[in-house]
């Protein structure tokens, strides 16, 4: 909980950055007035810092932004007061940083101005795509073009037993045709580690397998027992205990999940279209010397730094 609280406390660490950025460096007066200069119910403040106070409103919009698995939790009064004293606590570091002229420094400027670009930026983003929407037409011609996304292939549940030769694969097969157990003969007789599981290889799909002992395991019926088989590995004898044919989900059962990669899709689409119209009105360029001049000069240095072992390097 405590780094949910901690992310809220920073999104409206960055609002309010972006309201004194904006405002720009006011003095005590100034600021006094601005921050006393609309009569406030009482009956909406929760807390006050100072002059500045912290309504019941402002706490619902920070509330608001927490993920949504974790709301009712946050329903509590317990909680939103806690959530609330770390927002105090916040505002009040604040203004001691800028009573200390910390906001003044050029280096928490140039934060200020990156946080409040990336807000920008975001809310731009957001305008943009808010009412990107997907027609069912777009959502029917997705799924009849990516079947095979929403498709499982045919998988068999086998079992084998593994030896070096012919001659012991041969004599293996004979001891299971007069009724022997399988599972029993592959823990003492098979050189594959599935020896201890009795052979069993689990669920496979297509394309995980030696391809001769994949051709011969797919032919095969439910519950059949293979001839021997010889692949790269030696000489297999294949149970087929279990089949489950190839299927492919309906529309219905994947259709919102294709809804969101359209409507992705079609997010991103807008905004490489507004970047493009952006880059028509304004002049944009990256000086491309720069980082190759620190590419080069970090391998000069690599080299001049290399540590001298005291040996002849022509020895």
């Known amino acids: 909980m405590k780094q949910i609280v901690v992310l809220l406390l920073a999104s409206m660490f960055i609002l309010c950055c972006c ?35 912290i309504l019941d409103s402002d706490l619902d919009a920070l509330l608001a932004n927490v993920p949504e698995q974790y709301r ?4 509590s009064p317990k909680v939103q007061k806690e959530v609330l004293e770390r927002l105090v606590d916040v505002k009040m570091l604040a203004w001691e940083a ?9 280096e928490v400027k140039l934060k200020i101005e990156y946080l409040i670009d990336q807000i920008l930026a975001k809310e731009l983003e957001a305008d943009v795509t808010e009412n990107a929407a997907v027609e069912e037409d777009e959502i029917t011609a997705y799924y009849n073009d990516n079947t095979d996304k929403f498709s499982t292939p045919l998988r068999i549940k086998v079992r084998h037993i593994l030896v070096d030769t012919q001659e012991e694969a041969v004599d293996v097969l004979g001891r299971i045709q007069k009724g022997e157990d399988f599972a029993e003969l592959a823990k003492t007789l ?11 290889l689990g669920w496979i799909s297509k394309g995980r397998m ?6 011969a395991a797919f032919e095969m019926e439910k519950d059949e027992i293979s001839d021997v088989v010889k692949s790269s590995f030696g000489f297999h004898i294949i149970q087929v205990q279990d089949k489950k044919p190839a299927t492919v989900k309906e529309l219905s059962e994947v259709k919102s999940s294709i809804e969101r990669i359209l409507k992705q899709e079609s997010m ?3 905004l490489e279209q507004l970047k493009a119209k952006i880059k028509q009105e304004i002049t944009i360029s990256i000086n491309e010397e720069h980082f190759t001049e620190d590419v080069d000069n970090q391998s000069g240095n690599t080299e001049e730094a290399a540590p001298d072992n005291g040996e002849d390097s022509t020895q």
Do not use: M, N, W
């Not at 009712?72 to 329903?75: G, L, T």
């Open 72 to 75: 009712e939790r946050y329903k």
């Open 268 to 270: 991103e689409d807008a």
């Open 98 to 106: 800028r009573k200390r002229g910390l906001d003044a420094k050029p």
């Open 19 to 53: 309201t004194q950025a904006q405002e720009g460096p006011k003095t005590k007066e100034a600021s006094d007035t601005l921050q006393t200069s609309k009569a406030v119910d009482d009956q909406h403040v929760v807390a006050r810092v100072g002059d500045a106070v």
């Open 210 to 215: 030696d391809p001769v002992f994949e051709k």
């Open 190 to 200: 098979s050189k594959c580690p599935s020896a201890k599981k009795g052979g069993d």
